[in-house]
């Protein structure tokens, strides 16, 4: 069976510019959050969407976006990128809106310079 | 909100010696709590979680957690190091209100195991 796919897998932006990352739940997983893993430190969490609807939202500026699409992927957009960006970001699938049935992704890791 | 601590940002222990990996929560309600482990690279991986049921929690990989109330802990222990338990671990409490249905993590510990 397919885990949860991210893509890419690395990439590298200049500041100010902006980026979308996509994520591909497993199968029958209508839940998708994401998390924001800087470098040295434990994942923080972004936003969460169920049945396409945003159900929460983590202490994250405005410039960070998230949408899910009726097949149930997910992208993250981050706009007017900062060096701060730079970081490791995971997207976790889950069957229902519940944590404890979270699949974590290999993760996108940004490079902001 | 609940949180996690983990204390001990580095451990490190012999091959064949006990894996011990420390976890205090903090929560307004019966928690749920999980250990996952991050190898360099790589996304997290579920080692166990505890959900209200048998406070000892086996795993994989040989590791298991013992849920204590009194003591607000969840520590992960494990008999026999290997040399492929070397990884980052990341103690995480489940929080639900109003921002959502989230896992909020530790700082993480990272094992190195010595031959």
Partial sequence: ?113 | AQSVTQLGSHVSVSEGALVLLRCNYSSSVPPYLFWYVQYPNQGLQLLLKYTSAATLVKGINGFEAEFKKSETSFHLTKPSAHMSDAAEYFCAVSDQGSSGDKLTFGTGTRLAVRP
């Avoid at chain 1, 200049?14 to 040295?40: D, N």
């Avoid at chain 1, 396409?52 to 994250?60: A, P, S, T, Y």
Wanted: hydrophobic share 30%; glycine share 10%; proline share 5%.
């Fill in chain 1, 1 to 113: 069976d397919a885990g949860v796919t991210q893509s890419p897998t690395h990439l590298i932006k200049t500041r100010g510019q902006q980026v979308t990352l996509r994520c591909s739940p497993i199968s029958g997983h209508k839940s998708v959050s994401w998390y924001q893993q800087v470098l040295g430190q434990g994942p923080q969490f972004i936003f969460q969407y169920y049945e396409k609807e945003e159900r929460g939202r983590g202490n994250f500026p405005d410039r960070f976006s998230a949408r899910q699409f009726p097949n149930y992927s997910s992208e993250l957009n981050v706009n007017a990128l900062l060096l701060g960006d730079s970081a490791l970001y995971l997207c976790a699938s889950s069957p229902n809106r519940a944590t404890y049935g979270y699949t974590f992704g290999s993760g996108t890791r940004l490079t902001v310079v």
